[in-house]
């Protein structure tokens, strides 16, 4: 089965991308994050977050944004963010789908959201008062609900 591609755009938070590639390891998926990172690769708590299963993760590194893009076939992209009204639960996903997050303290950029508006999807809350989500907690609830949608994927443990 193709695995599912999990995106940081500019990630900034090094225990986020170290919780999102433990996320990958677990789930066989791959990491690719889009620089200039907020951090370095070597950071402790990147290590610390990934604890030591770094080794079982797939990671690719891209210079930028448009280099991903340019690499894709753009019916397998799927954004999120907290501008848009379309639920994530809306999307079909299908293995090798590119599971697109921005960055922790801006999201994704303008230009590309209002450019890829029909890919956009966004995670409910009820409150208001709550502006976004954890970037881990968010990649994590994205990818479960794909691997749901996969008629092979285990459904219980």
């Given amino acids: 089965m193709k695995r599912f591609n999990i995106v940081l755009v500019e990630p900034e938070i090094p225990p986020n991308t170290g919780s999102i590639a433990r996320l990958c ?17 070597e950071d402790k708590h990147l290590k610390r977050a990934g604890l030591d299963y770094w ?4 990671v690719v590194h891209w210079r930028n944004l448009d280099e991903l893009l340019a690499g894709c ?8 963010t907290t501008k848009t009204a ?5 999307a079909v996903y299908r293995p090798g789908d590119y599971l697109i997050f921005g960055k922790e303290t801006k999201g994704l950029p303008e230009e590309v959201r209002t450019l890829y508006k029909e890919l956009c999807y966004t ?5 208001s008062n709550i502006r976004s989500l954890n970037l881990a907690m968010t990649a994590g ?7 749901r949608q996969q008629p092979d994927y285990p459904q219980a443990i």
């Avoid at 995670?123 to 409150?127: A, T, V, W, Y």
């Fill in 25 to 41: 390891g677990a789930t066989n998926s791959a990491l690719h994050l889009v620089h200039p990172l907020g951090f370095s690769t």
């Fill in 123 to 127: 995670l409910p809350m009820e409150n």
């Fill in 86 to 90: 379309r639920p994530y639960t809306e």
């Fill in 55 to 58: 080794q079982h993760v797939e």
């Fill in 141 to 147: 609830i994205v990818l479960y609900e794909a691997l």
């Fill in 73 to 80: 076939d753009e019916t397998t992209l799927k954004f999120f």
